[in-house]
Every structure is written in structure tokens, then in C-alpha cells.
T-cell receptor, first 113, second 111 residues
Framework: NAGVTQTPKFQVLKTGQSMTLQCAQDMNHEYMSWYRQDPGMGLRLIHYSVGAGITDQGEVPNGYNVSRSTTEDFPLRLLSAAPSQTSVYFC????????????FGQGTRLTVV | GENVEQHPSTLSVQEGDSAVIKCTYSDSASNYFPWYKQELGKRPQLIIDIRSNVGEKKDQRIAVTLNKTAKHFSLHITETQPEDSAVYFCAASLWNNDMRFGAGTRLTVKP
């Protein structure tokens, strides 16, 4: 049972490049979400999904897109990377949304130069 | 939207002492309050949570209290051990469409 798996673990991008952070879970959770973690700011919600085909914006959605074509996968796309998007990104899944325990992936450290 | 403030940002205690971390939230409709522990370079993991219909919850050396009137909740760790050293995050959830985290508390337990 792998839980929540994120790839890659580390990534360096040049300003303006695009990329997709992958997230997969094998717990059959309906809810999935993406957070970014910056020093001194805790975790901030970027986008979330309550099930396949349904996504919504969180606190800091600008510059990011998501889609949810299957229950298992929830990729996060950076359309045109900016230095302000340098951060550690965590994907999470939960059984009953934000009202139950979130299981986090191991994180992706992204640097935009 | 919801705003969660967490204090202190750093906390250092001697092994065996107690540690208390406090959080306040702004939206009285928030109904779920989890605490996550994050060790260096690792993912956050839930250590305890409380829902708005409960005032206190304990799990061995860890307890959480909730004061809905004052809109604050606290994490209490008794008999601290070096392995309790980590960053602790509180969070508040507004039904199922928002989750806000505090900025974190770096706890150091000195042997």
C-alpha cells in the first residue's frame, strides 16, 4: 500500500517553462488537494478536487491548473513558471474531504530560476 | 476567508517538560481542527484532531483543547522526548471547501 505518491522529488525550472507535478493515491479517496509550503507560512491550499471530474480553487490558485480524470490521479500544472513559485509542493488525499485526516505525499521541491 | 494564527513560532523545552502550542481562528463556522507534525525533510502527519462538538481530546501524551467561544485551540504535549522535536502545524477546516494552516511551531526538546 503506497499511499500518496508524488513525482518528481526535486525539479529545477527556468522562468517561463511549464511542467506537471504528478500525484497518485491508492486508497480510493475521493478528495485530493495540492498545497505549497513556504518558510514561515505553513501550507497553503492551491486547488482541490472532491471527485473525478470536479475541481475547485483554494487560497492561492493563480499560475496553476489541475484536472481530475480518475480517482487515483491529480496532477498539478505550472503554466509558465515564475521565481515566486519556488516552493515545496505537497499533494494530499482524504476520505471525507477537509473534515478528516489528510494523507500527504513526500513532497516536490521546486526551484524556478 | 478563514485565518489561522499560531504561537509561538519556536519553542524550546527540556526533556520531560510540557509543551503548549496555541492557535486562533477567525471563522466561527470552522468545525474541524487537526494538528500535524512534520519532521525535517518529511511529509506532515496527523497526530491528533478535534471536531467542533468536542472540547477536549487526549491520546497518550498528546491532548488538544478547543474553546469555540474564544475561537482558539491548543496542543499540549506532556513528558516531552527528543523525538517530539519537529515542526507542528495547526489547521482549521470550514466544512469541506477550505483548509487553512497556521504558520507552524518549531519545537526543540533538549535532552
Amino acid at each position: 500500500n503506497a499511499g500518496v505518491t508524488q513525482t518528481p522529488k526535486f525539479q529545477v525550472l527556468k522562468t517561463g517553462q511549464s511542467m506537471t507535478l504528478q500525484c497518485a493515491q491508492d486508497m480510493n479517496h475521493e478528495y485530493m488537494s495540492w498545497y505549497r509550503q513556504d518558510p514561515g507560512m505553513g501550507l497553503r491550499l492551491i486547488h482541490y478536487s472532491v471527485g473525478a471530474g470536479i475541481t475547485d480553487q483554494g487560497e492561492v490558485p493563480n499560475g496553476y491548473n489541475v484536472s481530475r480524470s480518475t480517482t487515483e490521479d491529480f496532477p498539478l500544472r505550472l503554466l509558465s513558471a515564475a521565481p515566486s513559485q519556488t516552493s515545496v509542493y505537497f499533494c494530499a488525499s482524504s476520505y471525507e474531504g477537509f473534515y478528516t485526516e489528510a494523507f500527504f505525499g513526500q513532497g516536490t521541491r521546486l526551484t524556478v530560476v | 476567508g478563514e485565518n489561522v494564527e499560531q504561537h509561538p513560532s519556536t519553542l524550546s523545552v527540556q526533556e520531560g517538560d510540557s509543551a503548549v502550542i496555541k492557535c486562533t481562528y477567525s471563522d466561527s463556522a470552522s468545525n474541524y481542527f487537526p494538528w500535524y507534525k512534520q519532521e525535517l525533510g518529511k511529509r506532515p502527519q496527523l497526530i491528533i484532531d478535534i471536531r467542533s462538538n468536542v472540547g477536549e481530546k487526549k491520546d497518550q501524551r498528546i491532548a488538544v483543547t478547543l474553546n469555540k467561544t474564544a475561537k482558539h485551540f491548543s496542543l499540549h504535549i506532556t513528558e516531552t522526548q527528543p523525538e517530539d522535536s519537529a515542526v507542528y502545524f495547526c489547521a482549521a477546516s470550514l466544512w469541506n471547501n477550505d483548509m487553512r494552516f497556521g504558520a507552524g511551531t518549531r519545537l526543540t526538546v533538549k535532552p
